[in-house]
């Protein structure tokens, strides 16, 4: 297993401001996604981290909405930009372990970051 | 594109058995796994069926058959602790990404 770090936990934002949200992981990983779930619902997919290249977007995300950099293996961003009450929402880093049942594509998820909008 | 479906909510009582479904439609299909989520906490992974038939892991088994687009998760001598939510995620050959089904919660009563 691993230990994967959100920062923050948790924070309440008003309208019209951006969130930066930081996932650091310490071990080896090859894979980095960015997921979100709204509260009682399931996890939506939000991008691939690609290490020193641009995000993949999944279908309904955008760069603007949803930069994302990912400066090295372990490390990654996501910024959620000019946040509305819509984008309130638990946002949660998760990780493909280098070398721990890679068949299996076994996914290990940070706590989450709980956002509320105002 | 893809579709998932799964029961929103199931219920049973300690120590019984309960076995949560999952359809799908999915372009490219790879194997699917099964996470579990406690209320507040993070998903995590219980099982994946890489090939057809059934895989166990102590009181939780996993079930897959290719040509019918549908598994299942089977919990056994259930626990109060199982009480959570148990999602479905199909895995796409040619890439890494989950994407998953809708949910089930699983509420068990003493």
């Known amino acids: 297993s691993a230990v994967i770090s959100q920062k923050p936990s948790r924070d309440i934002c008003q309208r019209g401001t951006s969130l930066t949200i930081q996932c650091q992981v310490d071990?080896?990983?090859?894979?980095m996604f960015w997921y979100r779930q709204q509260p009682g619902q399931s996890l939506t997919l939000i991008a691939t981290?690609?290490?020193?290249?641009?995000?993949?977007?999944e279908s309904g995300f955008v760069i603007d909405k949803f930069p994302i950099s990912r400066p090295n293996l372990t490390f990654s961003t996501l910024t959620v930009s000019n946040m509305s009450p819509e984008d309130s929402s638990i946002y949660l880093c998760?990780?493909?372990?280098?070398?721990?049942?890679?068949?299996?594509?076994?996914?290990?998820f940070g706590e989450g970051s709980r956002l509320t909008v105002l | 594109g893809q579709s998932l479906e799964q029961p929103s909510e199931v219920t049973a009582v300690e120590g019984a058995i309960v076995q949560i479904n999952c359809t799908y439609q999915?372009?490219?299909?790879?194997?699917l796994s099964w996470y579990q989520q406690h209320d507040g906490g993070a998903p995590t992974f219980l099982s994946y069926?890489?090939?057809?038939g059934l895989e166990e892991t102590g009181r939780f088994s996993s079930f897959l058959s290719r040509s019918d687009s549908y598994g299942y998760l089977l919990l056994q001598e259930l626990q109060m602790k199982d009480s959570a939510s148990y999602f479905c995620?199909?895995?796409?050959?040619?890439?890494?990404?989950?994407?998953f089904g809708t949910g089930t919660r699983l509420q068990v009563f003493p």
């Open positions: 995620a199909p895995r796409s050959y040619n890439t890494d990404k989950l994407i």
């Open positions: 981290a690609n290490q020193g290249s641009e995000a993949t977007y």
């Open positions: 069926n890489g090939l057809d």
């Open positions: 998760s990780v493909v372990l280098a070398g721990v049942r890679d068949h299996t594509g076994e996914l290990f």
């Open positions: 999915t372009s490219g299909f790879y194997g």
């Open positions: 071990s080896q990983v090859t894979m």
